[in-house]
């Protein structure tokens, strides 16, 4: 989906009365190497520029409210985006109220979306290899107080299986919570490990219940044109991931 010169990647889930979105780096005003549509005020671009980049998000996706933007802080803390206040330190948000937008802002770390079944209440978290071995996935659906059966979830664009190089002590931690993770690491020829991200997001799911998650399979630092990545380029802008209820 474009508008506006903007584009944005959504989910296929079909859940009623719910919009999401992901924004690209495409079709905004902050000039290198923020390029183009930079969204996150705490990287080093012109405040100015990012806030005519978040009017132009809210306008071309119609957003019904600002977003929370969160102070985010790669841990486990969820906020009701109803109540929360704006720079609230958390890594998810959620709500049950329609017309409120949850944020977050993603270079590589996994936006995953959550979605009552019946639309009845929705979430967005940043989930980065900390945040997922912390439990930031399952402490936002403790949140929504709904049992995986109950809830849908997409993942957004995040660094893939082919980029995300780690150490061993990283593939030990998720091993150590949960034996099945050593599926989602393979040697890398540097000696280190390469990580799976969405597959590693998709067990700890699963582990909840929640087997319906579509998305993943895209890359950040490999399509340079569309998304930013911090470990591709260092000084750099950030994506949003935005979900809010309609109805």
Known sequence: MSGAGLEFLRPDWGVPGVQAAVSTR??????????SLNLADHVGDDPCLVRQNRVRLRGALGLPARPLWLTQEHGTRVVDAAEAALGARADASFTRRPGVVCAVLTADCLPVFFAARDGSAVAVAHAGWRGLLAGVLEATLDAMALPGLAVVAWLGPAIGPDAFEVGEEVRAAFVARQPQAAEAFRPSPA???????YALARQRLAARG??????????TWHDARRFYSYRRDGATGRMASVIWRTS
């Open 191 to 197: 000696g280190r490990w390469l990580a799976d991200l």
């Open 26 to 35: 495409l079709g905004g005003c902050s000039p290198p190497p923020y390029d």
């Open 210 to 219: 929640l087997h319906a998650v579509t998305g993943g399979g895209l890359c």
